[in-house]
C-alpha cells in the first residue's frame, strides 16, 4: 500500500511538472508566434527530460543493426512495448541476421511469434529477409525510404523509422509517440488534428545531427504523456479505438494457425470440430490463410508452410 501512494505522488509531481513546462511554453508561443526559438525552445524540453528518462532498457535501441532495428520496428507495429520485450530477443536469438530467417519455416517462425498476434508480420518479415538476401542486396538492407517501401509489411512510417534508427537518416516522419508530443504542444485549443498539419513542425524542429536519439526522445516524452495526461491523440483525425479481440477474425486466424502449428495437418472436419465454429467459417478463415501464404491446403487437408 505504501509503495501505491509512493507511486501515485511521484505520478502527481510528474503530472504537475509536466502542466508547469506545458503552461511556459504556451506562453512563449503565444507572445512570439511560431519562432525559431520556440522551436529551440521545444527541442530543449524534449532533450531534458530524455537525458534524465531515456528507456535505455529497450534493447533495440542499443544496436546499429539494420536487421535487429527492422525486427523491432515490425514487432512494434500495433503491440505493446512490453508484449515486444518479451518476444524481440527471443526471436533474434533463434534468428539473428536475414540469412537465418529466410532459411527458416513459417511454422518454426511462427512458434516463436505466438502471442505477437497480427501474424501477418511475421510472414512480412520472412518475405524481407528473402528479399534481401536475394540481387541487389546481396543481405544489405538498403537505408533508402522509397526503396523499404517496397518490402511486404513496410509502410512509410516503419520505412522512416529504419532509415533513421538503422541509418541514421534525417528522415521525415510520424508515429503514435511522436503524434501525441506535437498535439499536445502546438494544438492545445483544437479538436481535431490532421498529420498533414503535424508534419511541417516535425520537419521544422528535427535534429539532423542526430536524428535518431531526436525521435527516441520525441517517443520516450509521448510515452510519458500517454501515463500522465488524457491522451492527446484522441484529437488526431485519424485516431480510432482499436476493435476489442475477443471473437474477432483476428483471434480466430490465430487459434487456426496455432493448431496448424501443434499439429502437421489437419483437416476440415478436424479444425471445425477443435474451433467450435461453423465449417463454412472454418472454410472462409482457411482459404484466407491459404491465399496470403500462411498454410497449404491439399484436397481437405491443411499444413502449415
Not at 108 to 126: D, E, F, S, T
Request: charged share 25%; hydrophobic share 35%; glycine share 6%.
Amino acid at each position: 500500500m505504501n509503495r501505491q501512494k509512493e507511486i501515485s505522488r511521484e505520478k502527481h509531481h510528474d503530472s504537475i511538472a509536466v502542466e508547469k513546462i506545458t503552461a511556459d511554453f504556451y506562453s512563449r508561443v503565444n507572445k512570439t508566434g511560431l519562432t525559431g526559438h520556440i522551436l529551440r525552445r521545444f527541442r530543449t524540453v524534449i532533450y531534458d527530460f530524455y537525458r534524465k528518462n531515456a528507456r535505455e532498457q529497450l534493447p533495440w535501441r542499443n544496436t546499429d543493426d539494420p536487421y535487429h532495428i527492422l525486427v523491432s520496428e515490425i514487432m512494434l507495429q500495433q503491440t505493446q512495448i512490453e508484449r515486444v520485450l518479451q518476444k524481440y530477443p527471443l526471436l533474434i536469438k533463434k534468428y539473428p541476421d536475414f540469412q537465418s530467417l529466410s532459411g527458416a519455416s513459417l511454422r518454426q517462425l511462427y512458434a516463436v511469434w505466438q502471442g505477437m498476434g497480427y501474424n501477418r508480420r511475421a510472414l512480412a518479415l520472412k518475405k524481407i529477409a528473402g528479399t534481401v538476401m536475394d540481387a541487389p542486396y546481396y543481405g544489405r538492407l538498403p537505408s533508402s525510404v522509397e526503396e523499404l517501401v517496397q518490402f511486404p509489411g513496410i509502410g512509410r512510417a516503419t520505412a522512416c523509422a529504419v532509415a533513421s534508427f538503422a541509418f541514421h537518416e534525417p528522415v521525415v516522419f510520424i508515429e503514435t509517440n511522436i503524434r501525441r508530443v506535437f498535439i499536445h504542444f502546438f494544438f492545445p485549443g483544437k479538436d481535431t488534428v490532421s498529420d498533414r498539419e503535424i508534419l511541417p513542425l516535425v520537419e521544422k524542429s528535427l535534429d539532423g545531427r542526430d536524428p535518431r536519439n531526436w525521435y527516441y526522445a520525441l517517443m520516450d516524452y509521448g510515452s510519458m504523456l500517454r501515463k500522465l495526461t488524457l491522451n492527446p491523440n484522441r484529437k488526431s483525425a485519424g485516431y480510432k479505438k482499436q476493435p476489442p479481440f475477443a471473437g474477432s477474425n483476428r483471434q480466430l486466424r490465430g487459434r487456426m494457425l496455432k493448431l496448424l502449428m501443434e499439429h502437421s495437418i489437419l483437416s476440415r472436419r478436424d479444425l471445425t470440430r477443435k474451433l467450435v465454429m461453423p465449417a463454412d467459417t472454418v472454410g472462409e478463415i482457411a482459404d484466407q490463410l491459404c491465399r496470403e501464404g500462411f498454410i497449404k491446403k491439399s484436397r481437405n487437408t491443411y499444413r502449415m508452410v
